[in-house]
């Protein structure tokens, strides 16, 4: 289990904080997608008649997916340091570990939820999602 256990209403309380880094790594994955897609567009390209693409244009954006990538790591760790595990990037999927009723379990809460409002055991992930149903 992790360092830190929060109660429903601390994970709430913890999203102003959470959400904007959240939001951040959810629109860095999106960026890099479209870039490995052009990239993978620019390789083909360039491996048949170069397509109007040259090498600096895969330089380019070999050099701005690095950027963030750094970006990304930073707002995982960022997460990581308030007490939230990140289980998927793309959709900013996090959990809050927890108790409830003397069990370890794990809040789980997504960019675009308005507040973290389930639950799941440690092994059932995000598709054994709950309402939370336990007062504090």
């Known amino acids: 289990m992790a360092d830190r256990s929060f109660t429903p209403s601390e994970a709430n309380s913890a999203l102003p904080e959470v959400r904007p880094v959240a939001e951040r790594l959810v629109a860095l994955r999106v960026r890099m997608r479209e870039l490995e897609r052009e990239q993978a567009q620019h390789v083909t390209a360039i491996g048949g008649n170069g397509g109007g693409y040259a090498a600096s244009d895969l330089n380019a954006a070999q050099s701005e997916l690095g950027g963030l990538a750094d970006a990304a790591i930073a707002c995982v760790e960022k997460l990581e340091e ?42 059932e992930g995000f598709a054994g999602r709950k309402p939370i149903d336990w007062s504090e």
């Not at 996090?94 to 440690?122: M, N």
């Open 82 to 123: 308030l007490g939230v595990d990140v289980k998927d990037l793309d959709l900013g999927l996090l959990d809050f570990p927890a108790e409830r009723h003397g069990e370890d379990v794990l809040l789980c809460w997504h960019v675009g939820e308005d507040s973290v409002a389930f639950w799941h055991g440690l092994a």
